[in-house]
């Protein structure tokens, strides 16, 4: 079993679609990361966060240390978030997701 | 101000040859991480490093592997004798401090033939 489960796999919607990406882990953490990769290989930090909430334009992400789970959001979804999403969670280790593989159709 | 750079961006080495790729932290930065994503995997913790020191290299494989960040330039990862199975791409991220925000480089894809 992995350190860090994502939720779904791959995920296909419609522009403009409410989009949410799961993250659960049973490790204890000091933080949880969100990470974007594109297709061109790069990777983005979008979110570090220890505990609640925080929100970067049309991205939210909320963590609930009891459960050890993590969502990341994407309101209003375009065609430009269509990438890889990556959760990932530091504390005695580095523990990475398999990643979730968005499209956003037009 | 310059994001984290690596080069090169791509490596193409022989079965047994060396490979060197270097990662430049952003300016003010004093702490690295190296990560490998093999093709079709996700990726996986390789070493922490702060100028002069290894932190945590629990994830480098024992032998063949090795990285430094030494006080002046950047910070090396080290593979001798390349096997097919080292083709990856490389990536280093770099923070400001242990528990802030990392921020990557572009990666380093080595191919191996």
């Known amino acids: 079993k992995n350190e860090v489960e994502q939720s779904p796999q791959n995920l296909t919607a419609q522009e403009g679609e409410f989009i949410t990406i799961n993250c659960s882990y049973s490790?204890?953490?000091?933080?949880l990361h969100w990470l974007q990769q594109h297709p061109g290989g790069g990777i983005v930090s979008l979110f570090m966060l220890s505990s609640g909430k925080k929100k970067h334009g049309r991205l939210i992400a909320t963590i609930n240390i009891q459960e050890k789970h993590s969502s990341l959001h994407i309101t209003a979804s375009h065609p430009r978030d269509s990438a890889v999403y990556i959760c990932?969670?530091?504390?005695?280790?580095?523990?990475f997701g398999t990643g979730t593989s968005l499209t956003v159709i037009p | 101000n310059a994001g984290v750079m690596q080069n090169p961006r791509h490596l193409v080495r022989r079965r047994g040859q060396e490979a060197r790729l270097r990662c430049s932290p952003m300016?003010?930065?004093?702490?690295v991480y190296w990560y490998r994503q093999l093709p079709e995997e996700g990726l996986k913790f390789m070493v922490y490093l702060q100028k002069e020191n290894i932190i945590d290299e629990s994830g480098m494989p024992k032998e063949r592997f090795s990285a430094e960040f030494p006080k002046e330039g950047p910070s090396i990862l080290r593979i001798q004798q390349v096997v097919r199975g080292d083709s990856a791409a490389y990536f280093c991220?770099?923070?400001?401090?242990?528990?802030?925000?990392?921020?990557f480089g572009p990666g380093t894809r080595l191919t191996v033939t």
């Open positions: 990932a969670v530091t504390g005695n280790q580095f523990y």
């Open positions: 490790v204890g953490i000091s933080a």
């Open positions: 300016k003010g930065h004093s702490h």
């Open positions: 991220a770099s923070s400001a401090g242990e528990g802030y925000e990392q921020y």
